[in-house]
């Protein structure tokens, strides 16, 4: 099964601040900050949500369409990830913005302020799916990973007046999104992500109980940080799944990302639920021991031995019929 992801392509500024921010939040006055925090190291790296979710799959030996606008800066990028087997022929570039810029800074408890620049991915809701999908040759399920909202709301719909099964991963862009937005990107979708924040904006923004979303949605997949992931179907037992502890956690920035790589990539070998949440809670283990979104690689023995020893040799063992032999460094 071949997959498309629809979102946003950029240019990650990732800084660290060795304090905590919650140390310098006077309670009282949250309604008139201002601050700065004097951060002690800046990595430039490439990211964006759809960028970094294809990378993952295109890491684990899928070749998934990427589908995104970007601007002329997007050389480097474009051919680091056609390296790890990313089709790009659904990216369009645009004669006048840069591509998007994500600047984020995280304290040493893991917490994140960030800003996001949009530029060229505006005019992602120019391009047509269906388009893609010719150019590409085709493919069966289409990821709606945040991005431009017109675009999110035109390839959703667009999923559906076509037939196209479709994942909805509208995480970042649920704070701008109001109600009647949110029900139009969630409702009908093959499945859903969210992290444990976002569960509980979506259910307030939409008036939906979980009742009500997992009528909507196929699966409704929360990632839970160090806790792992929850899964859930309608009818059906919650799935808890742990995480896999990281040697080190260097920067948690596209974690995320990579676990839906990882179970989206689970899903497309079939290995259901439980199978699919366990690889992607160890390939975002792998993200968040690397700095930057898309800077971590696949050791297929040492991600076999890492896996087993949390969930077991023998769902190692399914796991590893799919995996690739060698990745691309």
Avoid at 78 to 88: P, S
Avoid at 261 to 276: E, V
Wanted: charged share 20%.
């Amino acid at each position: 099964m071949r997959v498309a992801v629809s979102g946003s392509i950029a240019a990650d500024h990732l800084m660290t601040f060795p304090g905590s921010f919650t140390e310098h939040l006077i309670e009282g006055q949250l309604d008139r900050v201002s601050l700065s925090f004097l951060a002690d190291e800046l990595q430039i790296r490439r990211g964006g949500a759809a960028a970094n979710i294809c990378f993952g799959l295109g890491v684990l030996g899928l070749s998934p369409v990427l589908i995104g606008a970007v601007g002329a800066d997007f050389t480097d990028h474009e051919a680091w990830l056609k390296q790890h087997g990313v089709d790009t022929s659904g990216v369009r570039v645009s004669r006048e913005r840069h591509t998007a810029r994500f600047v984020c800074t995280t304290d040493r408890d893991h917490n994140q302020i960030a800003t996001f620049y949009a530029g060229a991915m505006a005019e992602a809701r120019d391009i047509g799916l269906a388009e893609v999908a010719q150019q590409a040759g085709g493919f069966e399920v289409t990821v709606i990973s945040p991005n431009d909202p017109q675009a999110m709301l035109r390839h959703t719909g667009e999923c559906r007046e076509r037939g196209y099964d479709f994942l909805a991963d509208p995480s970042q862009q649920l704070a701008i999104a109001d109600g009647q937005m949110v029900r139009e990107l969630v409702d009908g979708a093959a499945g859903l992500f969210t992290n444990e924040y976002e569960r509980q904006l979506l259910m307030q923004k939409t008036g939906w109980a979980e009742g009500d979303i997992l009528g909507r949605a196929g699966v409704w997949v929360t990632t839970l940080g160090p806790a792992g992931a929850a899964i859930a179907r309608k009818g059906e037992p919650t799935i808890q799944v742990p995480a896999v502890p990281p040697r080190r956690a260097a920067d948690p920035t596209g974690a995320g990302d990579a676990f839906r790589a990882g179970f989206i990539a689970g899903m497309t070998w079939g290995l259901g639920d439980l199978r699919s949440a366990q690889l992607g809670c160890t390939l975002a283990t792998l993200s968040l021991e690397a700095v930057g979104p898309q800077e971590y690689a696949l050791d297929g023995t040492d991600f076999l031995e890492r896996f087993a020893a949390v969930y077991g040799g023998p769902a190692a063992s399914e796991v590893a019929a799919h995996l690739p032999v060698t990745a691309p460094a």
